[in-house]
């Protein structure tokens, strides 16, 4: 497994392994608007995890997601910390909950 530093490593090292999609999080599903690709939970595996804390601004705090979908879509999530179950449904809470 890869080991990054920062966040933006982490992007970088993600996007040159060919994690190139930019996907944002929606209530049931991920979506990347530039190659209008949407994935619902049961599409997509998280292939990688890396988590970042900020040393001095809890701003700072996130987690990368390498996700990849059954399609062949490839891409990178990036999410702060405290993922809420109000905004997201059950199962992508599920999907998402930081287990490492």
């Known amino acids: 497994m890869f080991a990054y530093d920062t966040l933006t490593e982490a992007i970088n090292g993600l996007k040159q392994r060919g994690y190139t999609l930019d996907f944002n999080l929606g209530a049931d599903q991920i979506t990347c608007h530039a190659h209008s690709v949407s994935l619902r939970p049961d599409e997509f ?24 979908s059954k399609h ?28 490492h």
Do not use: Q
Not at 45 to 52: A, D, K, Q, S
Not at 87 to 93: F, H, I, N, R, S
């Open 45 to 68: 595996e998280i292939t990688e995890v890396h988590r970042f804390e900020g040393d001095s601004n809890p701003d700072d705090e996130a987690v990368v997601y390498a996700i990849e």
């Open 72 to 99: 062949g879509h490839r891409g990178v999530l990036v999410n702060g910390f405290g993922i809420s179950s109000d905004a997201l449904g059950e199962e992508m809470v599920s999907r998402l909950s930081f287990k």
